[in-house]
């Protein structure tokens, strides 16, 4: 069974990661600085996100923002991945050169676009977990 | 056991390693006459040849097309102005001129840039769109239009990997694409193609040979696999290249460089680089600097750097590089030594030693070190390096 149990799990969870990278006063300026439209594909359950790190966002002490659903236009990067993967990577225990090689992840685009992201969001694996907590989801953050 | 065995046996067994190498691979002296039974055998019956002008003027082309023409393969047209460093412009025309003349497979005569545009090519003709919609990992999962690949140098290890990287001509930035289903279907190793090889290009294409042994046995994707291949290309590229430098006539050292690039270059292709690579990219993007002779000028910088976080591969490396003894040496002392190998094989094979001889300015070194850090080979390299680190590397190569 998929650990998110369906698309506005999966929004709650990492929408709401989100919520707290765009203003996380780390992460946030970072991610800004990327300067690109990030697309994230889902299946298992089907759902997508757009980051948007390319539009300063009017809202004061938020840095990017992000959406439910695909970019209004084109991401310069889009990564397709199950819910599954996407939840173990957030958690910081996924090593992505296996889930490339075993083709559970997709990365269209510029790949050292891609590539240039992972040091940003290394926070993130710790921020998540505790959110999942947070939330009343302990079994998913063990 | 003696700790010296120890040393020259040591092979990374991972948790997880993937190895696939769906290349075909013949190697004979005159196997190039051959290029037409095996284009049908693959199916192929009108082909759509890439090269290069210069390859064209010295009668190789028609090495290719006539074997072809004798078989009963159609050709389908010739592409012939692929620069050194190919561009999505020159993709997008080849592969429109393919379109045109109803190619149904492709073969690639020539150097690396020659080879990447091929699989370029082959992306577009099987898959629609621009070349530009399918960049990335794991994008292209279906089989594109079959390529046979006949090297014309002895570095790039093209004609087994599954990369393909060509300039964005609207961005100048390299654009890469990585599947399984970009490895040419046959590669035809005929050393008789790469005599003509000059002794400068011989070298460059030579070290980034050695450059591909040896990062792909360092990276952090390496596996069994990948180490018995890198390990067995890198002392025949060690004892060969300045030969083959010295006599390109002979095509027995040309035989040797032509097999060992493409071990090496299959190590490549499934290991992964590191930070040489990273930084040889930047300095091509940034200044043209050719990508061998980049990797060579780089290789010394790097493998230093590395060597403190994998003393016992290291000491492989000294070994394989024919350095007497290296067991009995501290660990600081082998990385020295190592160092100093590779500098003795470039020196020998009269490559250029720093950057500033090959058009790298002080003002490009930061840019270069931030390029560098994004590069996607960075991913594989051994230690963990930001862009001051890269920066004093390049620093140190200027």
Same mark, same amino acid.
């Given at each position: 069974m998929p650990v998110y149990r369906d698309a506005e799990h999966l929004y709650e969870c990492i929408g709401g990661l989100f919520d707290i990278l765009k203003k996380d006063p780390v992460v946030g300026p970072k991610l800004a600085g990327a300067k690109f439209i990030l697309q994230l594909t889902y299946t298992e359950p089907e759902a997508q996100i757009t980051v948007d790190c390319l539009n300063p966002p009017a &809202?004061?002490? @938020?840095f990017v923002t992000w959406k439910r659903g695909p970019s209004p236009t084109p991401p310069l990067v889009e990564l397709l991945m199950k819910g599954d993967i996407a939840h173990k990577f957030w958690l910081g225990r996924l090593n992505l050169l296996v889930a490339l090689t075993m083709k559970q992840m997709v990365a269209k685009g510029p790949i050292t676009k891609v590539l240039s992201l992972l040091p940003i969001i290394k926070p993130a694996y710790a921020i998540y977990p505790q959110m999942l907590k947070d939330k009343g989801y302990r079994e998913m953050a063990p | 056991m003696t700790h010296c065995v120890m040393i020259r046996s040591m092979i990374s067994f991972p948790e997880f390693f993937d190895f696939c190498l769906p290349t075909r691979v013949v190697a004979q002296v005159? *196997? @190039? #006459?051959?290029v037409g039974t095996e284009a049908r055998a693959l199916g192929i019956t009108r082909a759509f040849l890439l090269t290069d002008a210069v390859l064209v003027k010295l009668g190789i082309a028609e090495q290719v097309l006539a074997p072809l023409r004798e078989a009963g393969v159609e050709i389908a047209g010739v592409f012939d102005s692929i620069p050194p460093n190919s561009e999505t412009k020159v993709v997008e025309r080849a592969a429109e001129a393919a379109r045109a003349g109803g190619a149904d497979g492709l073969v690639a005569c020539g150097g690396g840039s020659v080879m990447d545009t091929a699989k370029a090519v082959g992306i577009v003709l099987s898959r629609g769109g621009s070349i530009l919609d399918h960049q990335g990992i794991n994008v292209i999962d279906r089989p594109v239009t079959p390529l046979i690949c006949l090297p014309t140098t002895a570095g790039t290890g093209s004609e087994i990997s599954r990369f393909a990287v060509v300039k /964005? /001509? *609207? #961005?100048h930035q390299k654009i890469s694409f990585v599947s399984d289903h970009l490895c040419p279907r046959l590669a035809i190793l005929d050393a008789a193609l790469t005599t003509s090889m000059p002794p400068a290009l011989t070298a460059a294409t030579g070290m980034d040979a050695c450059t591909h042994a040896v990062e792909a046995y360092c990276s952090q994707g390496a596996g069994p696999f990948t180490d018995a291949l890198g390990m067995a290309a890198l002392p025949a590229i060690v004892e060969t290249l300045p030969k083959a430098v010295a006599d390109g006539a002979d095509v027995a050292f040309r035989a040797k460089m032509l097999i060992a690039s493409a071990m090496a270059g299959a190590a490549m292709s499934l290991a992964g680089v590191g930070c040489v690579h990273a930084m040889a990219h930047a300095c091509g993007g940034r200044r043209n600097v050719p990508h061998g002779v980049a990797n060579s000028i780089l290789l010394p910088h790097g493998l230093g750097f590395n060597a403190e976080a994998i003393p016992e591969k290291a000491s492989v490396l000294a070994a394989k590089f024919g350095?007497? &003894?290296? &067991?009995?040496? #501290?660990a600081g002392a082998r990385a020295e030594r190592l160092v100093a190998a590779v500098r003795d094989l470039s020196g020998a094979c009269r490559v250029p030693q720093r950057l500033r001889d090959v058009g790298v300015v002080t003002g490009d070194l930061d840019a270069i070190a931030e390029d560098a850090l994004a590069d996607g080979a960075m991913f594989f390299n051994p230690r963990p390096a930001e862009a001051a680190d890269l920066r004093k590397l390049l620093e140190a190569a200027f």
């Open positions: &809202e004061p002490g @938020v | 005159g *196997a @190039v #006459s051959n /964005d /001509d *609207a #961005s350095i007497a &003894e290296c &067991e009995k040496m #501290s």
